[in-house]
């Protein structure tokens, strides 16, 4: 018997996946390296000269055309996009990506660790249990709000956002107010308005990083916190699964930061780091998603308009059979990443993130 309801969900999403296809073959006409900008020959960061490439890959989530490269300064360790996209390039590489046809399953992916957000919120009572104002830039759909209110009631939660997530989130009630745009542009009209800031996996998203940090400085008030949490490229995990390492999501990550760099570019700005954590933030799912996103790459791929036409009867075929013989592999990595990793990620140099907490002075 099959599920009408289903079916027609099925059919309504094969159907915007055709309206949508022209205009991604009309982008896609000049081919992908349009989308990005020159090759820099210094570090964003530290201006070094003395880069090497760390690592070349393609789009492994969505499968959008395009190769992208990431540079390694010798230096300080800055690893950055190189060539990076242009701003028509990352509307490209976002679109359908948080929102349109991926809006359900992110929804899914981020509504679901509810435990992480109360983690995330519970990290900043030692330092103020009691912040009346809390600005989440980078809030997407708002979840980490949501949550992070059962741990601090008495705390206004706005969010920050440049996708229509913001918008869903203050129509969900999940912020209080909702602000749409770079967080740059806007910090101006909310100067020491807020007494904490987060950016949870926000920094690594931005064009540039120093740009946000001095509008942090802005937004936070005097004696007020930032909480920054990104992913720490010095992971042994980086190195040791290459291309299949989940948090160097290209093309949508363009900057990762070692932890020195950061503390010291907090400082001169007039932070003070009261905590560093490395085991708290790690997310256990770093040879699960090596896994899938391995399988992924191998099948032939589901339908999107980024591809000239649909697949046929056999490429999906031969999809499902390969993504069913790859559930033990699934289910050992499931295993490992959760039971035998996480207990010990920070010793073993694993943890895929790091948080820090920094005061304004």
């Keep these: 018997m099959t599920d009408p309801e289903k079916d027609t969900d099925r059919a309504d999403h094969t159907a915007r996946i055709a309206a949508l296809r022209p205009a991604y073959q009309a982008d896609l006409a000049a081919g992908p390296d349009h989308f990005l900008g020159p090759r820099r020959t210094t570090c964003p960061w ?11 890959t393609t789009d492994l ?13 010798t230096d300080c360790g800055h690893t ?8 028509e390039g990352l509307e490209f590489y976002y679109r359908d990506f948080y929102d349109g046809l991926g809006e359900q399953r992110m929804s899914g992916t981020f509504g679901g660790r509810a435990a992480m957000y109360v983690g995330r919120a519970e990290a900043m009572l030692p330092h103020d249990p009691s912040p009346k104002m809390w600005l989440d830039v980078g809030t997407g759909h708002g979840h980490f709000c949501e949550a992070a ?12 956002d440049f996708t229509e997530g913001v ?3 203050a129509r969900e009630g999940r912020v209080e107010h909702a602000y749409r745009g770079a967080f740059p542009d806007l910090a101006p009209d909310l100067t020491a308005h807020y007494d904490v ?20 400085r802005e937004v936070v008030r005097p004696g007020g916190h930032l909480l920054i ?13 290459g291309r299949w ?4 999501l290209q093309p949508q990550h363009l900057h990762f930061m070692p932890v020195a760099n950061l503390r010291r570019r907090l400082a001169d700005l007039g932070f003070t780091v009261v905590a560093e954590q490395h085991a708290e933030p790690h997310d256990p799912v770093d040879l699960l998603a090596a896994v899938w996103l391995a399988l992924d790459h191998t099948a032939p791929r589901e339908d999107a308009p980024w591809l000239p036409e649909p697949p046929g009867r056999l490429r999906r075929a031969l999809r499902t059979a390969l993504l069913l013989g790859g559930v033990p592999a699934l289910a050992l990595a499931t295993l490992l990443d959760r039971l035998a990793v996480r207990p010990v990620s920070h010793r073993l140099g694993l943890a895929n993130a790091y948080r820090l907490i920094a005061r304004r002075m």
């Design 197 to 216: 800031v987060s950016m949870f996996h926000y920094l690594e998203h931005s064009t540039d990083p120093d740009r946000e940090l001095r509008a942090a």
């Design 229 to 241: 949490e990104v992913p720490d490229p010095e992971s042994r995990y980086a190195r040791l699964l």
């Design 167 to 169: 918008d869903l989130a």
């Design 80 to 87: 950055f996009q190189n060539p990076q996209l242009t701003s």
């Design 245 to 248: 390492w989940l948090p160097w």
């Design 61 to 73: 989530l969505q499968h959008k055309p395009g190769r992208f490269t990431l540079d390694h300064c």
């Design 46 to 56: 530290c201006s070094s000269a003395r880069l090497t490439t760390r690592l070349r």
């Design 149 to 160: 209110r059962t741990v601090l009631p008495g705390t206004a939660f706005d969010g920050l």
